[in-house]
């Protein structure tokens, strides 16, 4: 009881047993844990597609700023690629994690609920998109 009133904001979830009979258990103490922004990475396979020039040019031709402000044509550069990116190329990560929290969500709600029958679809979703993912970079490192 002592702990439950230190931690008042602390919450407990179970997440999708995906390849196991486990449940993993995610425990936060926090209300608002804080949040890192992602960093751009450049990915060498985009340099095989025909379009990445012309988003690096037209991206780079757009920006109203002086020649001299080279970060911001940068940022605008990173930004162009990193849509251009999400638009061109599988989105079977994305995927995934919304298969992953709609598991998370219903295995999270009362037991009288609970349909097993829709997790052990879910899951096999998770499981073929995984498979057309693999699939897909494995063809990606060929290029």
């Not at 919450?11 to 047993?17: G, M, S």
């Not at 009362?110 to 998109?129: M, T, W």
Request: with cysteine.
């Amino acid at each position: 009881m002592d702990w439950r009133i230190n931690y008042l904001e602390a919450e407990v979830f179970a997440f999708p047993a995906l390849g196991s009979d486990h449940n993993p258990l995610l425990l936060t103490i926090e209300l608002n844990p804080l949040r890192r922004r992602k960093t751009f990475t450049f990915e060498a396979f985009w340099l095989q597609d025909k379009d990445c020039r012309t988003v690096i040019r037209d991206a780079w031709a757009s920006s109203s700023l002086p020649v001299s402000s080279l970060s911001c044509k940068l940022q605008d550069t990173s930004l162009a690629l990193t849509g251009w990116s999400k638009s061109k190329f599988s989105n079977g990560q994305k995927q995934i994690h919304l298969l992953k929290q709609h598991i998370w969500n219903h295995i999270n709600q009362p037991s009288h609920h609970y349909d097993k029958a829709l997790v052990s679809r879910l899951k096999d979703e998770v499981q073929h998109v995984w498979q057309q993912e693999k699939q897909y970079w494995v063809m990606r490192s060929r290029i």
